[in-house]
């Protein structure tokens, strides 16, 4: 049983975990609002970037302008990179 206790961890680590940051830009590619609220309301930053793009990048991207105009009301920068 030990040794199942200390492989646990190391399991563990392995669990894909959705992070904030993920669920908004997955949020914002897709023009869903509601995402993109519930993502802000959990402590999502609204100019995370991915490496790639910001939240407000994404939604303009795809034409998503109900989800830009949320993220700019909630405080997104234009000129964030």
Do not use: Q
């Amino acid at each position: 049983m030990r040794h199942v206790l200390l492989l646990l961890p190391l399991v563990l680590l392995h669990i894909p975990i959705v992070t904030h940051a993920a669920a908004i830009h997955d949020a914002a590619t897709k023009g869903d609002v509601a995402g993109i609220t519930a993502a802000l309301d959990a402590g999502a930053g609204v100019d995370e970037s991915d490496g790639k793009a910001t939240p407000l990048y994404l939604a303009v991207k795809g034409g998503h302008f109900a989800a830009a105009k949320l993220l700019l009301d909630r405080g997104a920068d234009v000129n964030a990179a």
